[in-house]
């Protein structure tokens, strides 16, 4: 008699293997969450970062006084302007004449500040306003903080030492 040979699953064996990968999904989905927060995070506080680190650049070689706009919630925006700071860093394209960021290519982070009217000088690209900060803020509650010192130098620093940057203090 000839043995006849099966090809194939069976429905059990594709229902533990259905099972096992589901299982395997529901472990990693939220550490996948959380990087894709991190990298989003990081990206915000680098090119926000790179931008105010211009600015003092910008005030220097322009010999002009050169205006911070900031307007904070998660419709975020920070505009660079040599005029005033009446620009608007929202709007498509900015009024922002040198620089602008806002939320669009960074959605879920939210911007907070402390900062009222920042400006850097013109002859050394110092700042008015140093003891202040920007907070940019994922969904999933990691910040990072950005400080502008008297020297118009700007620091970023991980809340709790997230993202592998130095800890706030």
């Given at each position: 008699m000839?043995s ?9 064996e ?5 099972a ?31 931008m ?8 220097i ?7 911070l ?5 998660s ?7 040599e ?5 608007d ?7 922002c004449?040198?620089a602008?960021i806002n ?7 939210m ?20 003891d ?13 903080q ?7 130098s ?16």
């Amino acid at each position: 008699m000839k043995s006849i040979l099966k090809k194939g699953f069976t429905l059990i064996e594709m229902l533990i293997a259905i099972a096992v990968v589901a299982i395997i999904l529901t472990i990693g989905l939220p550490s996948f969450k959380a990087m894709f927060d991190g990298n989003k995070l990081k990206g915000g506080a680098d090119a926000l970062y790179f931008m105010l680190s211009l600015t003092k650049t910008e005030s220097i070689k322009r010999n002009a006084d050169i205006y911070l706009r900031v307007t904070v919630g998660s419709n975020w925006c920070v505009g660079v302007n040599e005029i005033d700071a009446t620009c608007d860093c929202n709007s498509t394209p900015s009024t922002c004449t040198i620089a602008s960021i806002n939320s669009s290519n960074y959605e879920g982070l939210m911007l907070s500040s402390t900062y009222v009217a920042p400006v850097f000088d013109r002859v050394r690209g110092a700042f008015n306003e140093s003891d202040k900060l920007f907070i940019l803020e994922s969904d999933s509650n990691t910040s990072v903080q950005l400080r502008i010192n008297i020297l118009g130098s700007v620091r970023m620093c991980g809340v709790n030492g997230v993202l592998g940057l130095y800890a706030c203090p």
